[in-house]
């Protein structure tokens, strides 16, 4: 493309709500072959709910007392859910001391003397805590209606479960039918586990997905696509989504996302409507004049 097509492509962007950082990733863009997404707050709204409460050992309203007193400490989108519920239920939290996070998997703290552990199965296996085949039977429950089971142990013992649901964007299966259509692959990636994240590929017709992987891990598999000779856009909003959208061949970010994945993404959709990356990918192919 000549110097000024791409400074009209760049100027054109501007005016839908797309910010295109450096012409490059517009050059690039007609080349893609693959779009991996982060589930969380691109695919869905990432402003997740509690719509299930299970206590085990104790009753639900102490269970999210207790979770809620842990989470407080956290600014993960889960840990807002279940403050947010907490609060909604009047609960009086507790002080939580010796707080720690455990990247992927969970958090944990001391709440008076009890040691509370709050997170996926990996973080329960990681402290040899035992799931039980009817208590497995509700996580898998609540994973295959596509909600995230949050699970809360009590000095080693799995004591209740928190189910959590996101909301899709209002475009999202619209706008990965249109790249399908395209011709492009489309793959979800997200610490999520596997059913929770099938279940909800199913709902927008992604038919890929990569789920469970580590926050360190993303750009390691957006490197292992390019290795195969895929061209990869990654779009995320997330904190864990930096090293991916900068690793990609572009990177683009969810306008509403946090301060540093609009950094690491060259490209960045203002109006956080994933319909707007279809029309990225559409602008630069006029761009590269190959539409008339
Ligand atoms: P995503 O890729 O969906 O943004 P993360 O990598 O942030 O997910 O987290 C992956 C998983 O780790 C979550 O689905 C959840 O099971 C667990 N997890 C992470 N942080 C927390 C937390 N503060 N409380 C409970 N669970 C958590
Ligand atoms: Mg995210």
Same mark, same amino acid.
């Given at each position: 493309?000549?110097?000024?097509?791409v400074?009209?492509?760049?100027?054109?962007?501007?005016?839908?709500?797309i910010?295109?950082?450096?012409?490059?990733?517009?050059?690039?863009?007609?080349?893609?072959?693959?779009?991996?997404?982060?589930?969380?707050?691109?695919?869905?709204?990432? *402003?997740?709910?509690?719509?299930?409460l299970?206590? %085990? @050992?104790? !009753?639900? &309203?102490?269970?999210? $007392?207790?979770? +809620?007193?842990v989470?407080?400490?956290?600014?993960?989108?889960?840990?807002?859910?279940?403050?947010?519920?907490?609060?909604?239920?009047?609960?009086?939290?507790?002080?939580?001391?010796?707080?720690?996070?455990?990247?992927?998997?969970?958090?944990?703290?001391?709440?008076?003397?009890?040691?509370?552990?709050?997170?996926?199965?990996?973080?329960?296996?990681d402290?040899?805590?035992?799931?039980?085949?009817t208590?497995?039977?509700?996580?898998?429950?609540?994973?295959?209606?596509?909600?995230?089971?949050?699970?809360?142990?009590?000095?080693?013992?799995?004591?209740?479960?928190?189910?959590?649901?996101?909301?899709?964007?209002?475009?999202?299966?619209q706008?990965?039918?249109?790249? *399908?259509?395209?011709?492009?692959?489309?793959?979800? %990636? @997200?610490? !999520?586990? &596997?059913?929770?994240? $099938?279940a909800? +590929?199913?709902r927008?017709?992604?038919?890929?997905?990569?789920a469970?992987?580590?926050p360190?891990?993303?750009?390691?598999?957006?490197?292992?696509?390019?290795?195969?000779?895929?061209?990869?856009?990654?779009?995320g909003?997330?904190?864990?989504?930096?090293?991916?959208?900068?690793?990609?061949?572009?990177?683009?970010?969810?306008?509403?996302?946090?301060?540093?994945?609009?950094?690491?993404?060259?490209?960045v959709?203002?109006?956080?409507?994933?319909?707007?990356?279809?029309?990225?990918?559409?602008?630069?192919?006029?761009?590269?004049?190959?539409?008339?």
């Open positions: 493309a000549t110097p000024t097509a400074t009209v492509g760049i100027g054109r962007g501007a005016e839908l709500g910010l295109v950082k450096n012409g490059e990733a517009l050059e690039i863009s007609e080349k893609l072959t693959t779009f991996l997404f982060d589930k969380t707050g691109t695919l869905t709204k990432g *402003k997740p709910e509690v719509t299930n299970i206590g %085990i @050992t104790m !009753d639900d &309203k102490y269970l999210l $007392e207790l979770a +809620a007193s989470e407080s400490n956290s600014q993960h989108p889960l840990a807002k859910a279940i403050v947010t519920k907490a609060q909604d239920n009047d609960l009086n939290l507790h002080e939580a001391e010796e707080f720690n996070t455990f990247g992927g998997k969970g958090v944990s703290a001391m709440v008076g003397r009890k040691n509370v552990l709050i997170g996926n199965r990996t973080l329960l296996n402290n040899g805590i035992l799931i039980q085949d208590e497995e039977e509700l996580i898998s429950k609540l994973e295959e209606e596509g909600k995230t089971a949050v699970l809360v142990a009590v000095d080693n013992l799995l004591s209740g479960i928190l189910g959590v649901a996101d909301t899709l964007k209002e475009n999202t299966p706008a990965i039918s249109e790249l *399908k259509k395209m011709g492009l692959e489309v793959v979800m %990636i @997200t610490g !999520d586990n &596997k059913r929770t994240a $099938e909800i +590929a199913n927008i017709g992604i038919d890929k997905v990569m469970g992987v580590l360190e891990d993303k750009s390691a598999e957006v490197k292992r696509l390019q290795d195969k000779g895929e061209v990869v856009a990654f779009v909003d997330g904190i864990n989504d930096a090293p991916a959208l900068a690793q990609a061949d572009v990177g683009i970010a969810i306008g509403g996302g946090t301060d540093v994945a609009i950094e690491s993404g060259e490209i959709l203002i109006k956080d409507d994933l319909l707007d990356a279809v029309a990225g990918v559409q602008l630069s192919s006029k761009v590269m004049g190959r539409i008339k």
